[in-house]
Antibody, heavy 131, light 106 residues
Framework: QVQLVQSGAEVKKPGSSVKVSCKASGGTFSSYAISWVRQAPGQGLEWMGRIIPILGIANYAQKFQGRVTITADKSTSTAYMELSSLRSEDTAVYYC????????????????????????WGKGTTVTVSS | SYELTQPPSVSVSPGQTARITCSGDALPKQYAYWYQQKPGQAPVLVIYKDSERPSGIPERFSGSSSGTTVTLTISGVQAEDEADYYCQSADSSGLVFGGGTKLTVL
């Protein structure tokens, strides 16, 4: 059973960067995508972006374009999320999650359906941005 | 981008049926997924592809879809089901979460 182990809590100054790691154990790392989701205190879930480690291709939510970089190291089964130009609003718990995705043909509607969901989550990393 | 809309809160008594809805214009063309999140814990997938239940999720959790609305149904609600529930959908460019619904078991 795959587990995702995230790095420890961070306290950062406004304007700095933070890099959070997510190490997979007990399963095949490269076969899946890894998504990053954050949750500000008392708020809902917010998707930041994802990477397919076997391809090294990442894409990002528009809100975070230019400020977030997601990478993966297949040799260590570890994914990383780096967020720059931190501000107080970035104070949140950051989760990595293993994602299952693909396309399937739906006979009833004669259309393709895209599917993508997160079935295994890390425990989260708290990032606090404060001067 | 598109949005998913959930009611902020739903309340039920133990043993009753809870229904949590999620609405979005893209839902007729996309699958929906549901996550349960208890305080201080990471989310847990409870329904995928509208109505499929992952292994280990109790049978009282079910999902359905009709037009622009998907519904998470919890039959015979138990105290341990009190949590926040989030719907999610995705297309090839990314994914979006609903705002979340707090389920209170009275």
């Amino acid at each position: 059973q795959v587990q995702l182990v995230q790095s420890g809590a961070e306290v950062k100054k406004p304007g700095s960067s933070v890099k959070v790691s997510c190490k997979a154990s007990g399963g095949t790392f490269s076969s899946y995508a890894i998504s990053w989701v954050r949750q500000a205190p008392g708020q809902g879930l917010e998707w930041m972006g994802r990477i397919i480690p076997i391809l090294g291709i990442a894409n990002y939510a528009q809100k975070f374009q230019g400020r977030v970089t997601i990478t993966a190291d297949k040799s260590t089964s570890t994914a990383y999320m780096e967020l720059s130009s931190l501000r107080s609003e970035d104070t949140a718990v950051y989760y990595c999650a293993r994602a299952v995705g693909g396309v399937e043909w739906i006979v009833a509607t004669e259309t393709y359906y895209y599917y993508y969901y997160m079935d295994v989550w890390g425990k989260g990393t708290t990032v606090t941005v404060s001067s | 981008s598109y949005e998913l809309t959930q009611p902020p809160s739903v309340s039920v008594s133990p043993g009753q049926t809870a229904r949590i809805t999620c609405s979005g214009d893209a839902l007729p063309k996309q699958y929906a997924y549901w996550y349960q999140q208890k305080p201080g814990q990471a989310p847990v997938l409870v329904i995928y592809k509208d109505s499929e239940r992952p292994s280990g999720i109790p049978e009282r959790f079910s999902g359905s879809s009709s037009g622009t609305t998907v519904t998470l149904t919890i039959s015979g609600v138990q105290a341990e089901d009190e949590a926040d529930y989030y719907c999610q959908s995705a297309d090839s460019s990314g994914l979006v979460f609903g705002g979340g619904t707090k389920l209170t078991v009275l």
